[in-house]
Every structure is written in C-alpha cells, then in structure tokens.
C-alpha cells in the first residue's frame, strides 16, 4: 500500500464520501502493482474487525501477499474485485439499519426511560454482488470465505453458489475437535487434527463430497439442537479458472492461531493463489 494510507484508515464507513474515496484509492493501488493483493471485507455486530485485522495480518505477512481491509460491505462490486487476485470475506450477512444495543447490554436493556426501537436485522448483499463475487472466481480470482461469513449465503442465491454452502447455526463457545477428512490435498496435507475453544459452526454444505478438508466434532459429547456433534468445518474446490475455500474456526485471535490452524490459512490463501 502506498504511504499516506494505513490499513487502518481503510476500516472506513460502510458509506459516506469519505469511505468510498479511500477504497477508491485502495483499488487503484492494487491495480498499479504486480504483487499479490487480496481484498478482506471484514467486521459486523458480532466480530470486531480489529481482532481479526490482527489475526490476518500475521498469515498475509507470513505469505508475503498484499492485502486491503475494508468494512464498507456497500462497495463490494465488479469495478472493485477485478483490482485483486484475491477476495477474502469475514463477516456475516446481517447490517442493523435502526441499531441495536451492544452485545454487553442484554442485561440492562428492560425498564429504560426512553423506548427505543426493536434490534433488527436486514441483509446487506445485493444478487448483483453476489452475480459479481460469482463472476470473479468464474474469471480465475481466489475467494475466501471466513468463519461466519456462510451466513451471507442466506442471502444470496449467486453467493451461496460460489462459496458452496449456507450456515445454520452454533452453540456457545466451547471446546471441540477438527480434524482432517482429506488429507491428500495441499491445504491439510500433514496437518494434524486440533483442539479448539470456538464458536463450533453448523453449516449446510451443497457441492461433492470429495471437496470437503475438515469436519468439527464435539467430544464432550454435546449436541447441537437437533444437528449432532459434528459438522462440516471446511472445504476447497476450483469455480470456474478460480478457487474457493471456506474453514469455519475463527471467532477469537485464539482460535485463529492455533497453530495446526495458522498454518491451515497460509496455505489456504497459496492454494487461492495457485502458488500450491
């Protein structure tokens, strides 16, 4: 990136002037370099995008690849995309257009002065990002898609084509095991299987099975509803000329450096590549 723009910076609004001129500018960077660069759209209610802004920048720089962070989930188009080789997504499907309480304030919210409006969720993905996120794997550009981020796919009908599957639900932080279904594949090949406190997502998965790389289990035991011990935690495949990969671990900076973990995004983001 060139000076005079921070990573941090780029965490602009999701709209105003000011947020669409530094993705402007973030875009036309990438597109004026022969590095690898990678677009991270990361961030909701629920995940700050600070931790994981923390957590990637030690994978992208372990890698070496280039990579803008942005929350603006209102800019994500074509025009955007075609900038990067790469298309990371860390956030869920949800905006609250008439706000909402913090997640620290459930217990304090009854018996205020003042009413306030009723916490509201409303999908921010349009088909036509989605059509666009579809297009850019089609074309040969690597997508990412990150812990909670199946449940854009909810959303979204070109999305959940491409990324390959929709999430269901989970059950409070608590620990479980991943382990690898596939180990022949360049992302797990001697990767052992791990041990993690995180948020164990449940997620519908809709292409072969043969792509699957990981699957979640519960040892303790513990069902989640109706949907068992164990789930689907992640998968790769070829779209098109590109790839996609989705791993479901990453609610904490814990999770996300486990080492077994780690290593699993760094060859994650060279397999997206095509430098493995």
């Not at 022969?34 to 994978?59: E, Q």
């Amino acid at each position: 990136m060139n000076q005079g723009i921070s990573r941090r910076h780029l965490l602009g609004g999701a709209t105003g002037a000011a947020g669409a001129g530094l993705l402007g500018r973030a875009a036309g960077q990438a597109q004026r370099s022969n590095r690898p660069r990678v677009l991270a759209l990361i961030g909701d209610r629920y995940h700050n995008p600070d931790y994981i802004r923390v957590s990637l920048d030690r994978v992208f720089k372990e890698v070496g690849v280039g990579v803008d962070y942005t929350i603006a989930y209102d800019q994500l188009s074509r025009d955007l995309l075609r900038n990067y080789d790469l298309f990371l997504c860390f956030r869920d499907g949800m905006i609250w257009p008439n706000g909402y309480l913090g997640p620290d304030a459930y217990a304090y919210e009854q018996g205020l002065e003042n009413s306030l409006p009723e916490a509201k969720s409303a999908p921010w993905i349009t088909e036509e990002q989605g059509a666009a996120v579809k297009d850019f794997v089609t074309a040969g550009g690597g997508f990412y898609s990150f812990h909670n981020n199946s449940h854009v796919s909810l959303s979204s009908k070109n999305y959940r084509e491409v990324m390959g599957g929709a999430y269901i639900g989970h059950p409070p932080l608590r620990p479980f095991r991943v382990r690898v279904v596939n180990a022949g594949h360049p992302i797990t090949r001697g990767i052992q299987e791990f041990m993690v406190n995180d948020e164990q997502h449940y997620v519908t998965y809709d292409k072969d099975l043969q792509y699957v790389l990981l699957e979640s289990e519960n040892v303790d035991g513990l069902d989640y509803e109706d949907h068992g011990k164990k789930s689907v935690a992640g998968w790769a495949y070829e779209y098109g000329k590109g790839r996609v990969v989705f791993t479901a671990v990453g609610h904490t900076n814990h999770a996300m450096w486990i080492p077994a973990h780690f290593e699993l995004q760094k060859r994650a983001v060279r397999w997206l590549l095509k430098q493995i």
